[in-house]
């Protein structure tokens, strides 16, 4: 298993790097490192029912064999400060595209570029919409996997199954705050959910007992001593990632 304090469980047979300088952006309650826009290899600008969707497609890192996967990340709450140049979703790709996989980061409407207001996960999930339907238009060689921290993992869980996709990651997904998972169609696909056990903002133990109730629970890796926003352990969270996805890989990776 990852090392660093993480336990993994469940779905046994499915299978970062920023240093203490980081400088916060207060919102409140919460408190989001502050991230340089991460370099796109292709900038886009996607239609969806609120207009433009700023978004930026990534291809998989030199070296690494190349899988025929596209994933789409989802960043968190756009009225605190979420976009997709948050480093928890810029590492979530970066381990992606490490693994071989095309990812496909955007902003939500209001956030940054793209157009609109932010409208409570509705109107988010619509973006969402647009997003991969452009991305199965484009790459349709492509399977579609979705990743979501936060209340982007919120957003992506409720699209995965209408939207198909073939495989889930969904890290500190906001349980027993504003959006309710009561209703919530699980997916029979490979999911991973990674949880900090110190979060701040999402109760770890309502995240661990909503995972208990779950009929297809996913594999839970469980991160000690880490916060929401994973402050100095982003480098474990890229080793989780990687860790939790690689028996998923069509093509097997390179030894």
């Given at each position: 298993?990852?090392?660093?304090?993480?336990?993994?469980?469940?779905?046994?047979?499915?299978?970062?790097?920023?240093?203490?300088?980081?400088?916060?952006?207060?919102?409140?309650?919460?408190?989001?490192?502050?991230?340089?826009?991460?370099?796109?290899d292709l900038p886009l600008a996607i239609t969806g029912s609120a207009g433009r969707i700023e978004a930026a497609l990534d291809l998989?890192?030199?070296?690494?064999?190349?899988?025929?996967?596209?994933?789409?990340?989802?960043?968190?709450?756009?009225t605190e400060?979420?976009?997709?140049h948050n480093k928890v979703v810029t590492m979530?790709?970066?381990?992606?595209?490490?693994?071989?996989?095309?990812?496909?980061?955007?902003?939500?409407?209001?956030?940054?570029?793209?157009?609109?207001?932010?409208d409570d996960g509705q109107g988010e999930l619509d973006d969402l919409r647009a997003v991969a339907t452009?991305?199965?238009?484009?790459?349709?060689?492509?399977?579609?996997?979705?990743?979501?921290?936060?209340?982007?993992?919120?957003?992506?869980?409720?699209?995965?199954?209408e939207l198909g996709a073939a495989a889930l990651i969904s890290i500190a997904p906001p349980?027993?705050?504003?959006?309710?998972?009561d209703d919530i169609v699980i997916p029979a696909i490979p999911w991973l959910l990674i949880q900090g056990e110190a979060d701040e903002i999402v109760d770890a133990g309502a995240v661990f007992d909503w995972v208990a109730t779950l009929p297809q629970p996913p594999q839970l890796v469980k991160m000690a001593d880490t916060s929401h926003f994973f402050?100095?352990?982003?480098?474990?969270?890229?080793?989780?990632?990687?860790?939790?996805v690689r028996d998923w890989l069509p093509v097997p990776p390179a030894a």
């Open positions: 298993p990852p090392s660093g304090g993480v336990c993994v469980s469940g779905r046994p047979a499915l299978p970062p790097l920023f240093g203490d300088s980081t400088r916060l952006r207060h919102h409140g309650h919460m408190s989001e490192p502050i991230a340089a826009p991460a370099s796109a998989p890192e030199a070296g690494t064999v190349p899988q025929p996967v596209l994933a789409i990340v989802c960043h968190p709450l756009p400060g979420g976009s997709m979530t790709a970066r381990a992606l595209r490490e693994s071989g996989i095309t990812t496909l980061r955007f902003n939500f409407r209001g956030v940054g570029q793209s157009e609109g207001v932010f452009w991305a199965r238009a484009q790459h349709p060689d492509k399977a579609l996997w979705l990743a979501g921290f936060s209340f982007g993992a919120w957003v992506s869980l409720r699209a995965a199954v349980v027993g705050r504003s959006w309710s998972f402050h100095r352990k982003l480098i474990d969270l890229r080793g989780a990632v990687k860790h939790g």
